[in-house]
């Protein structure tokens, strides 16, 4: 087969995958946390000099293996564009990174049974993250030739993912995500964060010229 076969035989493959394929969601326990982590992930990497290409339930195509749609994935060094699956094959690479979100039922079976199919698959990490009672389960291959998942535990409280360089934290009922000692923030929460301090300047700005207008005050009185 040639290179043109090759791409025809790849741009042929279906861009979706079915529900007989993948368990069905389980709404906001399910939608809410897989968004916020995929937010999170894209507004890192897209401040990151190295490129990684974050995606979400994208169709993904190991040779000989069944398509499968993670929750989430990361693949190192790969351009963000927009696609519509992931092709091993022609992109040259597996993933690297792979979070499945679920709340209890059959996704967290399928979530579970992937520990081994994901290492299987020398997929580095995997995190399986409970959307109802923000737990998360942890995985990582020792060794790049290694074929089963150790298990990770948390340190001081956080998972830590070599891959991706952060550090995972379960807080109450938030999943947080930390970059050493910052704490990383959605684009929504960033602005938040920007518009409550830039209200806070505009009051010291107002509270300046208050003091000032009372200093000029009070030495016109003395004069």
């Not at 861009?15 to 968004?35: A, F, L």
């Not at 995929?38 to 190295?50: E, G, I």
């Not at 993904?60 to 989430?72: H, K, N, Q, S, V």
Request: glycine fraction near 6%.
């Amino acid at each position: 087969m040639d290179e043109e076969e090759r791409a025809q035989v790849e741009a042929s493959l279906p861009n979706e995958v079915t529900w007989n394929e993948m368990p069905m969601p389980e709404g906001d326990w399910h939608t809410g946390p897989r968004t916020y982590v995929w937010n999170v992930l894209r507004r890192y990497w897209a401040q990151q000099s190295r490129r990684a290409y974050v995606s979400s339930a994208l169709p993904i195509y190991y040779p000989e293996e069944p398509r499968f749609a993670p929750d989430l994935l990361v693949v190192l060094d790969a351009e963000q564009r927009t696609r519509d699956k992931w092709v091993c094959s022609a992109e040259a690479h597996g993933l690297d990174w792979v979070m499945e979100v679920h709340a209890g039922g059959d996704r967290k079976t399928v979530a579970e049974a992937n520990v081994q199919r994901y290492a299987r698959l020398g997929i580095p990490e995997y995190f399986i993250l409970d959307g109802r009672d923000c737990t998360l389960e942890c995985y990582r291959l020792a060794t790049p030739d290694a074929r089963v998942y150790t298990r990770l535990e948390p340190q001081r409280g956080r998972y830590v993912s070599k891959v991706l360089g952060l550090e995972f934290q379960a807080e109450g009922e938030r999943l947080q995500l930390w970059t050493s000692a910052t704490p990383l923030l959605t684009y929504k929460e960033r602005v938040l964060q920007l518009e409550a301090e830039l209200q806070r300047r505009e009051g010291l700005e107002r509270r300046l010229k208050e003091l000032e207008a009372e200093l000029a005050r009070l030495k016109k009185s003395q004069g």
